[in-house]
């Protein structure tokens, strides 16, 4: 079963604009982690949260997470063209492993 | 450059061939584990291995072994393909289970056909 779901499925934004998007889970974790994956190429870690950190940056990027409401957004500020790939969150969810969501897709119109 | 390799990149196979998918890193990691990725399905584990000679099933098993006899090396082994392992496979290294410590590093995908 999943353990994260993003929201929305598919984003599509003009370069320039700022992109967010969301992710939902179901357990407690220890951390939240975001990744990047370009069409058909291996997903490239972003950017990791601590459950005990509120919200974190890097770069254009920045991510928050809401433990009560088992929640985390991705915003990318300044969308460029390359940024146009699709985006995961993966969680721990007390597991001996990271579970991936379904991801969002994300098109940056130049 | 630290990385997680995997061969071939395509694979185009005929049911019940028996085939190898090869992943290697230079991490000097621990944690490995095998993904397949299907449209509309997200990633799903199929096995990981904690350490040498340490696997153990992910989420959907059913007809892939691997190994772990050296800490760089995690095979993945398709005993009888068959059409419904038709997908995009994609290893992944960390140094630890839940990528606490930078996360995990993917190798480039594995695009397997079986017909």
């Known amino acids: 079963s999943q353990q994260g779901e993003e929201d929305p499925q598919a984003l599509s934004i003009q370069e320039g604009e700022n992109a967010t998007m969301n992710c939902s889970y179901k357990?407690?974790?220890?951390?939240l982690q975001w990744y990047r994956q370009n069409s058909g190429r291996g997903l490239v870690h972003l950017i990791l949260?601590?459950?005990?950190?509120r919200e974190k940056h890097s770069g254009r990027l920045r991510v928050t997470l809401d433990t009560s409401k088992k929640s985390s957004s991705l915003l990318i500020t300044a969308s460029r063209a390359a940024d146009t790939a699709s985006y995961f969150c993966?969680?721990?969810?007390?597991?001996?492993?990271?579970?991936f969501g379904t991801g969002t897709r994300l098109q940056v119109f130049p | 450059e630290a990385q997680v390799t995997q061969n071939p990149r395509y694979l185009i196979t005929v049911t019940g061939k028996k085939l190898t998918v090869t992943c290697s890193q230079n991490?000097?990691?621990?944690?490995m584990s095998w993904y397949r990725q299907d449209p509309g399905l997200g990633l799903r584990q199929i096995y990981y291995?904690?350490?040498?000679?340490?696997?153990d099933k992910g989420d959907v098993p059913e007809g892939y072994k691997v190994s772990r006899k050296e800490k760089r090396n995690f095979p993945l082994i398709l005993e009888s393909p068959s059409p419904n392992q038709t997908s995009l496979y994609f290893c992944?290294?960390?140094?630890?289970?839940?990528?606490?410590?930078?996360?995990?590093?993917f190798g480039s995908g594995t695009r397997l056909t079986v017909v």
């Open positions: 357990t407690s974790i220890n951390n």
């Open positions: 993966a969680t721990d969810g007390g597991t001996d492993k990271l579970i």
């Open positions: 291995s904690m350490n040498v000679e340490v696997t």
């Open positions: 992944a290294s960390s140094l630890s289970p839940w990528g606490a410590q930078g996360g995990y590093t």
């Open positions: 991490m000097n990691h621990e944690y």
């Open positions: 949260i601590r459950s005990n950190e």
